[in-house]
């Protein structure tokens, strides 16, 4: 099993429209090629998570990293991981509205993080998953987030 988690800028022309469009083709593609997998929409940015066969996966990344639709695509993860962290889901989708509450962002970004399959052979994953949906839902004023970073460190 192997797992690709990347964070892009969508196109500033980019649609709800045409985000539900290349959603349902990639539920399709997935379930064909037994991909699963995540992807958070916030503030014009993805961030996605990707995991099936290393194959697979590599061949979907790459034409992720070719897509028109969206721009600096960076890596956060690309490794093996022993067990998906979300078996049932072809493509689950979030979308994030940037006039959320703090809290009620915690409490959604939560309930995301509650249905993955964690396992100690994919914990790493998780962890660069669930870190960077956090600092990606952190951006300006979520002051929930920020206080917890200043805490922290991070």
């Known amino acids: 099993m192997h797992a690709v988690i990347y964070i892009s800028k969508a196109d500033s022309f980019i649609s709800k429209a045409k985000i539900k469009e290349m959603l349902l083709k990639s539920k399709s593609y997935n379930k064909n090629h037994e991909i699963t997998g995540c992807i958070i929409y916030y503030k014009q940015q993805f961030l996605q998570l990707i995991e099936g066969s290393e194959d697979d996966v590599r061949d979907l990344y790459k034409k992720i990293q070719q897509d028109n639709r969206h721009t600096q695509v960076t890596t956060l993860h690309d490794d093996h991981c022993g067990g998906r962290l979300f078996p049932n889901w072809s493509m ?3 979308e994030f509205e940037e006039d959320d509450s ?4 915690r409490l959604q970004l939560d309930k995301i993080m509650d249905q993955a399959t ?4 994919n914990r790493e994953a998780f962890g660069v998953l669930e870190g960077s949906a956090e600092r990606l839902l952190a951006q300006d004023k979520h002051e929930l987030f920020n206080t917890v970073r200043r805490l922290f460190g991070e």
Do not use: K, M, P, S
Request: a negative charge; aromatic letters at 18%; zero cysteines.
């Open 118 to 121: 964690v396992a100690e052979n």
């Open 92 to 94: 689950a989708f979030y």
């Open 102 to 105: 703090a809290v009620h962002t």
